[in-house]
């Protein structure tokens, strides 16, 4: 029977190790564990996979503690971090990593809880194996097409958003200046508030991003800026191996008639595409995203608790989260002076 093992190798001995499997993202490698473990004050957690001496794969994750109560995510819905899970040999079943993980969890690392969302996991995977899941859908897009069928396979008011950003003058800029984080920052603040919501992280985070994975090359910002100047419009996307994906696009909502987000989406395709990307994962199913030509996919997101009372507080903290969201927004609407409709 297989079984999860921590290891205590250092990021250089887990990006050599992890440089051997196909399947490994960017959400995988050290750079962003760091990233994570800043954010969220959390503690990585590296293993192997053995049956018998047999190494199987490996897996990545943190724990959190939340009154003194540990919890594994790999990852944790809140981190900025859509996938994680499993490296495995190609001819070891996902699903026998998903059987090691309650002893592993619940047993060495001592937690009352854990969550996985893998890219390359199907129902097939967890079938039968206890805890709950949910469907979380993306659409991907094939990069290794040329670029005419790429733009072609978008819909035509997506083409023509692309060309009418280009006629107004929207330039796309690569950035890594300082002023990133606060542009990003403002133009979600403002993005969210249409939505009567407010962030729930800040600029902090980008710079934390920043900080840890612009070294590696695996971060790509972009800047969307009118005829004036002016930026109206961020983008961050990450990539390693076969995928990139969509991290975060923000603008502001006067400049929007300018169409910079479909520009910096185009803009992100085609320069990931020449470094040899295969796959553009837009993290996400919103109307938005399906206009660029993706299939739809989905991959379960699962949850196993100790606890029924912890697996329903878990199950519940979207909802919670939105209403904490919403409740900051009106608050802060009308502590303005500017009553909320």
Not at 19 to 27: E, I, K, L, N, T
Not at 68 to 92: A, C, I, K, Q
Not at 316 to 338: C, D, E, H, I, M
Request: proline share 4%; with cysteine.
């Amino acid at each position: 029977m297989a079984r999860f093992d921590r290891t205590n190798l250092d990021s250089i001995g887990w990006e050599r190790t992890l440089s051997a499997f196909p399947d490994r993202v960017v959400f995988q490698t050290p750079a962003w564990l760091s990233f994570v473990a800043e954010t969220q004050k959390a503690e990585p957690v590296l293993a192997v996979l053995k049956e018998g001496r047999q190494i199987l794969g490996y897996f990545t994750g943190l724990i959190v503690k939340r009154l003194g109560l540990r919890f594994l995510g790999s990852p944790l819905r809140g981190w900025s971090t859509p996938y994680m899970g499993f490296n495995l040999l190609p001819s070891t079943p996902r699903r026998i990593a998903v059987e090691a993980m309650s002893d592993f969890a619940f047993g060495e690392l001592g937690c009352i809880h854990f969550e996985v969302v893998d890219s390359h996991m199907t129902l097939n995977d967890i079938e039968g194996l206890g805890g709950t899941h949910e469907m979380s859908s993306t659409y991907e897009i094939d990069l290794t097409q040329s670029e005419d069928a790429l733009f072609h396979r978008m819909s035509s008011s997506c083409r023509n958003e692309i060309r009418q950003a280009e006629r107004y003058g929207v330039s796309i800029e690569e950035a890594t200046d300082e002023d990133f984080p606060q542009d990003f920052s403002n133009q979600f603040k403002d993005v969210l508030a249409k939505q009567r919501m407010v962030p729930m992280f800040g600029a902090s985070r980008v710079r934390a991003l920043i900080k840890h994975l612009l070294p590696t090359g695996r971060l790509l910002l972009l800047r969307a800026r009118d005829p004036a100047g002016r930026c109206i419009a961020t983008g961050v996307f990450v990539a390693t191996n076969e995928a990139m994906f969509f991290w975060g696009g923000t603008s502001w909502r006067q400049y929007q008639k300018f169409h910079p987000n479909h520009a910096l989406q185009w803009y992100a395709m085609r320069y990931w595409k020449k470094r040899g990307i295969g796959i553009y994962n837009m993290v996400g199913i919103k109307e938005f995203k399906r206009q660029f030509g993706g299939r739809q996919t989905a991959v379960p997101a699962i949850r196993q608790s100790k606890y029924r009372l912890i697996s329903f507080l878990r199950a519940s903290a979207p909802k919670a989260v939105r209403r904490a969201q919403y409740l900051a927004w009106r608050f802060k609407t009308v502590a303005g002076g500017n009553h909320p409709q």
